[in-house]
């Protein structure tokens, strides 16, 4: 599947990704708790550490991080059955978030900031103006953004998983030289990895886009912020000349990796426009 994007193509792409000066990391809350839902701290200050390795070469990075919902799950004593107690839950949730991440980038001596948006924000020219004046005004400052949907106000997001979708909207609106969204498998397969030992990886993505896509659909279950999301999320970005990766959070410095166009998780090629479909 992958014999239709060459070589050199590839090779393009991962100096691309190398040599971007702003990039847009999406982390997912597989990536930031454990298994009883708590915020994980070592995943966490792994996900910095991670981050650091990029503005340590100069980068701007801006961080679009889910886990609210989780954070607040592991904090007090409530489920999500409905809706109204997962936005609940993850303005709890989301505080906890941010506590940590301050204190883990102050190891580093950066400061981040908060900005919750929704989707309407983003469709609106004006407010969309405004969501990119501060992003820019922040990273003029060296301030970390740490972006995520308002789930207070916003319910699309709990039902459907869309910070993908919204990462990938930044990334074009915002203007970033990459994307990478780090999730708990590495990248994309040919079937569900967690499920299926058969499937196998799909380091590059390019031409091959419909097939990747059809196999992506047959053997994702559906759920909640699965692949499908970040597969079209990242294709979007790609169409746009932005390379952009998936890649599995817990793979050692798997941001100086990308940083160094190591082989790593699976790359969309920058297509400018061109599809296969
Ligand atoms: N905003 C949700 C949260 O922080 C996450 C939704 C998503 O992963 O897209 O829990």
Same mark, same amino acid.
């Given at each position: ?28 809350? *597989? @990536?930031?708790? !454990? ?14 550490? !991670? ?45 906890? =978030? ?5 204190? @883990?980038?102050?190891?580093? +001596? ?5 900005? %919750?948006?929704?989707?309407?924000? %983003? ?9 990119? /004046?501060?992003?820019?005004? =922040? ?8 972006? /995520?949907? *308002? +789930? ?5 997001? %709990? ?12 990334? &074009?609106?915002?203007?970033? !030289? %990459?994307?990478?969204? =780090? ?54 970005? @790609? ?23 190591? @082989? ?6 920058? &297509? *400018?426009?061109?599809?296969? +479909?």
């Amino acid at each position: 599947m992958t014999e239709r994007v060459d070589a050199a193509a590839l090779s393009r792409a991962r100096e691309q990704a190398a040599a971007a000066e702003r990039v847009i990391v999406k982390a997912g809350t *597989n @990536s930031l708790t !454990d298994a009883e839902s708590n915020l994980d701290d070592e995943k966490l200050d792994k996900l910095v550490d !991670d981050i650091e390795s990029l503005l340590s070469r100069g980068k701007e990075v801006m961080l679009v991080s889910s886990g609210a919902v989780g954070a607040g799950i592991g904090r007090i004593d409530h489920d999500t059955e409905t809706v109204e107690k997962s936005q609940a839950l993850s303005t709890v949730g989301q505080s906890h =978030l941010m506590h940590r991440y301050t204190e @883990s980038f102050a190891r580093y +001596d950066r400061k981040v900031a908060q900005i %919750l948006i929704t989707e309407h924000d %983003l469709d609106n020219p004006e407010r969309f103006t405004n969501f990119r /004046n501060t992003v820019e005004t =922040l990273l003029d400052w060296g301030i970390v953004p740490i972006i /995520n949907e *308002n +789930d207070a106000v916003a319910t699309e997001e %709990l039902q459907i998983g869309d910070n993908d979708m919204i990462s990938a909207s930044i990334a &074009i609106g915002v203007g970033v !030289d %990459l994307l990478v969204t =780090l999730t708990d498998v590495g990248g994309v397969y040919t079937g569900n990895p967690k499920e299926d030992p058969d499937a196998e990886h799909i380091p590059v993505v390019g031409e091959n886009y419909g097939e990747v896509e059809d196999v992506v659909t047959e053997s994702s279950t559906g759920g909640f912020g699965g692949i499908q999301t970040k597969v079209s999320g990242a294709r979007d970005v @790609s169409e746009h000349g932005i390379p952009a990766i998936i890649a599995k959070s817990t793979e050692p410095d798997v941001l100086r990796k990308v940083a160094e166009a190591e @082989s790593v998780g699976t790359i969309f090629v920058p &297509i *400018n426009g061109e599809t296969d +479909d």
